[in-house]
């Protein structure tokens, strides 16, 4: 009280000294005097147009006390920011601009288009979330304004990402600000969008309330930002965006961001940019890539990649690891035999056809992880900001040197180190894509990988667990489908070549007794046998030659699919009955990787190539069909996924709930701190009396059973063991003889127990059509009687009904529609059951099978 009245009689006295009275100024007036000064610093210091800011010398010292400036500075606080701004960047210990923001700040604070590129990690983020925020702030925007700045990302990780970034800037202002992804509530967010500021979306949910949102209006929008820009302005998000942007007004600002920037000029025209200031800080630069990012790449075989990847990942246990993959389907299935495997490190795995809840959970923990191996698809190549990720592992060739320079991009961000592996395949891979990595200006050594840390071969292992699960087996030959199709659709050519692969020994490589027959692979080959018949009988080099180039052509056609959407026609490809047609193995989707909103346009989208559009048939097949329409094709992800849950009763998949996912961390973390106080002690072994001794005490390995109890190791064998035993004795080339013998056996058995559940999945599938098409039936009736009444039926509801999942397309829906979900559920699980396809029950069988892996292991150990 005594204060105030102190601080009352100051203000007192200095207003009568200046011989008027004058009130203290409001807020509002406070901030229009701030606003004024601000607007007047920017007019005054702005760049030219057409320059570079970063070419304009530093201020001098003395001048940087007395006023702000837009250029010549290095540090936020001399720019002339709101103190709302100032005060967040100093909160969160922004002191020093980077390149880039040195770059682009100026230019867009002035207002003026910018085009903005610069390396991954390199702090592109502050670079249009400052100047967006302090447009609004000199504008006064409010919350009767609506959205006044939009930005827009190509996946929902991102999105969030950069939501977290403006709270965490924008937190001292009294904007509001919503995140617009898909896999969220619509109408929670239909209640609040209308009342937002700022939008940080995915194209297709943005379009979604556009379209669907009543009076939702972005005519007043100021800001427009496109983050990852080259990839929002590709072709798999054309549509959506064109769309997207025929809502906006015209006299907006537009800012566009990424480490691999577009240049063309009909993107550019698509967007309607003014004069845009086209700033690339790194292009003179020596190396594209982050400079304390060391890069290496090693060559091997196709079906040596797993078990590489398997040695690479055991040998860091103390590492976070991103490892790329090129399909959902492979980064499912080796997250789940790696996880059963138990490496001794916690591992997780992120792709685009997971519910938005566990992509989050994971993406969050990942962020907080220490040491984890996270398998991602490229909806984790970009933008994200993971911090400190030891390793980035590229299992799968990207498709091009841009994807690579993002994948890379995940470690040694902003002052960081990191370092990055890429696996080549040997031949074509091997040595053209370090080719063009050079020619890309990013330094890349070839590395041998130490033998001493290689692991024994796992594919025997592999092949145990899959013979033990049919779930598994299946999803081993989806992802094996996955990866072939991605080779084949690649579009360079000079790169990726799907007749290189050795298929049966990839097949083997992923556990699979035997090869699917894959369809396109079939037809490829033919193609090529029979024109090299005819050249080889014209002899004629010409007709080759023109040949190999229009071969070329529908290469391209087809490549203009992004690799990652092999997941989505895997199976139209694989026959997994020998070879027959069997449309309900053709579980496809069109899920949009990196954006899938429960919006179906994106879907379509992807599905889309230069030259048509890969249709869905009447048959539930696609075919490359010239200028016609996607159907919705998302329904298949539901036959997947159903399938792959018929048996979560007994075992658990990558998809599953909390609690288990809760266990499983539980047990990798002690499983991984096992291994760091094993590295800590040094070398120690199992004792035989079950405890940890050291390597010195010499003592003889023991095999625990399944209660826990110890027993001899050839014990489990049972007879097989006097033999194991006597030979061991006797002379080691015996031993070896049978254990080959040993082995083929085991191969002949699960080849035939393959083909025997491939029979009974073919008896299931051929149930599950009898069932669609007697639906369908039922369907068609009830239609014809509607239209008796009136009601109209399209063509469009047979293809939905096509697939008997009466449309429902995605696995958002399924979160907002739990009940209709487990219902439907409920129903596949009995199919399956009733189909024979229900876990091996055969006690019998299983017991031998873990015999046989138990031995195998034994003997593989015993003769080194
Ligand atoms: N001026 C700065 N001072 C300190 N840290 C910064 C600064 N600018 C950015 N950073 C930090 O650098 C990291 C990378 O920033 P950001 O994610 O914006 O990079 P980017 O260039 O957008 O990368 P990408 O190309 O992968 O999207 C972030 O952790 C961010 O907090």
């Not at 030891?390 to 991009?409: A, S």
Request: charged share 35%; proline share 3%; net charge negative.
């Amino acid at each position: 009280m005594t204060q105030s009245n102190d601080r009352k009689k100051k203000k007192t006295t200095r207003t009568q000294s200046e011989g008027r009275v004058k009130r203290p100024l409001g807020k509002l007036a406070m901030q229009d005097q701030t606003i004024r000064a601000l607007e007047r610093c920017i007019e005054e210091t702005k760049p030219e147009s057409g320059s570079n800011p970063l070419a304009i010398p530093p201020r001098k010292s003395s001048d940087k006390n007395t006023s702000h400036s837009l250029t010549g500075v290095r540090k936020f606080t001399h720019l002339p920011l709101s103190p709302e701004t100032q005060k967040a960047l100093r909160e969160c210990k922004y002191k020093e601009m980077t390149a880039i923001q040195r770059a682009t700040i100026p230019h867009a604070m002035s207002g003026r288009d910018v085009l903005g590129a610069a390396k991954t990690g390199s702090g592109k983020t502050l670079s249009y979330v400052v100047p967006s925020l302090e447009r609004l702030y000199r504008m006064k925007w409010g919350k009767d304004d609506g959205v006044g700045a939009i930005f827009i990302s190509p996946t929902r990780e991102l999105a969030m990402q950069i939501f977290q970034e403006i709270v965490k800037v924008g937190g001292n202002h009294t904007f509001s600000v919503a995140l617009l992804i898909g896999g969220k509530d619509l109408e929670k967010e239909r209640n609040a969008v209308n009342a937002m500021n700022l939008l940080c979306c995915t194209p297709g949910r943005l379009l979604q309330h556009m379209d669907e949102t009543p009076m939702f209006d972005c005519t007043g929008l100021q800001v427009l930002v496109l983050d990852e820009a080259d990839r929002i302005l590709d072709l798999g998000f054309k549509e959506t965006l064109d769309a997207v942007l025929a809502n906006l007004p015209k006299t907006r600002q537009t800012l566009l961001f990424s480490a691999t920037q577009t240049k063309k000029v009909s993107d550019l025209a698509r967007l309607s940019l003014k004069d845009p200031e086209f700033l690339s800080v790194h292009a003179e630069s020596v190396n594209a890539t982050p400079p304390k990012l060391q890069q290496m790449y090693t060559t091997c075989k196709v079906e040596k990649k797993i078990e590489t990847l398997w040695a690479f990942v055991k040998s860091h246990p103390t590492q976070k690891i991103l490892v790329f993959f090129s399909s959902c389907k492979q980064v499912k299935f080796i997250h789940e035999i790696f996880r059963r495997m138990r490496p001794g490190i916690p591992l997780a795995c992120i792709h685009g056809r997971m519910k938005q809840t566990r992509r989050e959970h994971v993406f969050y923990q990942f962020c907080n992880a220490r040491e984890t191996v996270l398998f991602a698809t490229d909806v984790a190549s970009r933008g994200l900001d993971f911090p400190a990720v030891d390793w980035v592992i590229q299992c799968d060739c990207p498709e091009d040197v841009q994807t690579y320079i993002h994948r890379v991009g995940r470690t040694a961000r902003y002052t960081a180190s990191g370092k990055a592996l890429i696996l080549l395949n040997e031949g074509k891979e091997a040595t053209t894509f370090p080719e063009l990595l050079e020619q890309a200006k990013i330094p890349i050594k070839s590395i041998k990988m130490n033998p001493k840390s290689r692991v024994k071969g796992i594919s025997s292992s592999v092949q145990g667990l899959l013979s033990k699960d049919n779930d598994l087996k299946y999803l081993s030959q989806r992802a094996l489908v996955c990866y072939l199709r991605s080779v084949f659709l690649q579009k360079n050519k000079d790169v990726f070549d799907v007749s290189e692969i050795d298929v049966e020994a990839l097949s083997q490589s992923f556990g699979l007794p035997n090869a699917p027959k894959v369809k396109f692979l079939n037809a490829a080959s033919t193609k090529k046998e029979k024109n090299k018949a005819n050249d080889d009988k014209n002899g004629n080099k010409e007709a080759k030659k023109s040949r190999e180039l229009s071969d070329d052509d529908d290469n391209d056609d087809d490549s203009e699919i992004s690799s990652e959407r092999s997941d989505d026609e895997e199976e139209e490809e694989m026959d997994s009955s020998g070879g027959e047609e069997d449309d309900a193995s053709s579980s496809s989707s069109s899920e949009s990787e990196e954006e899938d909103n429960s919006s179906d346009s994106d879907s379509d989208e992807r599905m889309k190539t230069s030259a048509g559009v890969l249709k869905r048939t009447g048959g539930g097949r696609f075919k490359l069909k010239a200028g016609g329409d996607s159907d919705d094709d998302d329904d298949d992800a539901n036959i997947e996924d159903d399938f792959l849950q018929v048996r979560r009763k007994d075992h658990a998949l990558a998809d599953d709930t909390e609690e288990e996912e809760k266990e499983l961390a539980i047990a990798a973390n002690a499983e991984s701190e096992k291994i760091r106080q094993k590295a800590l002690k040094g070398k120690l072994r199992i004792g035989k009396s079950g405890s940890i001794a050291s390597v010195a005490g010499s003592e003889k390995r023991i095999v625990f059973k399944e209660d826990g109890t110890a027993s001899k190791p050839l014990e489990a064998l049972g007879e097989d063991a006097k033999f194991f035993a006597k030979s061991t004795a006797a002379n080691d080339d015996a031993l070896r003889e049978a254990v080959k013998m040993r082995m083929k056996k085991v191969a002949e058995e699960r080849k035939t127990a393959d083909y025997a559940d491939r029979g009974r999945e073919k008896a299931r599938l051929r149930e599950m059509r009898a069932k669609r098409k007697v639906k369908d039936v039922g369907k068609e009736e009830t239609r014809a009687f509607l239209d008796v009444g009136g009601s109209s039926g399209s063509d469009d509801d047979d293809n939905d009904d096509e697939d008997g999942f009466g449309g429902r397309s995605d696995d958002d829906e399924e979160d907002e529609k739990p009940f209709d979900a487990r219902a439907f559920k409920s129903v596949k699980r009995s199919d399956a059951a009733h189909a024979g396809m229900g876990r091996r029950t055969n006690s019998d069988d299983e017991e031998e099978e873990n015999i046989e892996e138990k031995a195998m292991r034994l003997l593989n150990e015993k003769l080194g």
